[in-house]
């Protein structure tokens, strides 16, 4: 069942280390194999792009993007799971994208699970093309390893 928020005054922020323990929370809920404290703290000690995106006290959703020179890399991007399937995915999307036009980036980039079918089709949605498969790239149950498909959007 999904949470049924005001949105009125839903918006992005700027993640901070203060963040980490609310981040991490959704991080651990949404995926068997989350980002780590340190992950996202070396993450934003490094520069990378960090935004939150609140509707007044409840977080929605976050993203991590690394810029390079021409190009912005998604490192993660996760919405809530009490908040899927109501377009919080998109419109991280989105407000990428346009941060990601004003650095002057001509193309966005990352890697989605293989499994991960539910991301795949929001990603297809906005745009992006699958362009390539990295083996065994994402550690799995039972020390396996699982594909990703890298995607990438000319912006």
């Known amino acids: ?15 901070t280390l203060a963040d980490l323990d609310s981040v991490l929370v959704i991080e651990r809920a949404a995926y068997d194999h ?10 934003l000690r490094s520069g990378y792009q960090g ?8 977080l929605l959703g976050y993203f991590v993007a690394m810029k ?3 190009e912005v890399h998604l490192l993660n991007l996760t919405v809530a799971p009490a908040c899927q399937g ?9 407000a990428l994208a ?7 980036a001509q193309w966005l980039w990352l890697e989605v699970r293989m499994g991960n079918e539910r991301a795949q089709k929001v990603y297809l949605r906005h745009g ?28």
């Open 68 to 70: 390079g020179v021409d």
């Open 1 to 15: 069942m999904s949470a049924v928020l005001d949105t009125r005054e839903a918006g992005f922020e700027a993640m």
């Open 34 to 43: 989350p980002w780590t404290a340190g992950n996202f703290a070396d993450s």
């Open 128 to 155: 992006f093309r699958r362009v390539g498969e990295r083996r065994g790239y994402y550690p799995a149950l039972n020390g396996r390893r699982e594909d990703a498909i890298v995607m990438s959007l000319k912006l």
């Open 51 to 58: 935004q939150v995106l609140r509707a007044g006290s409840e």
């Open 86 to 94: 109501q377009g919080w995915g998109r419109l991280m999307l989105d």
């Open 98 to 104: 346009l941060w990601s036009r004003g650095q002057g």
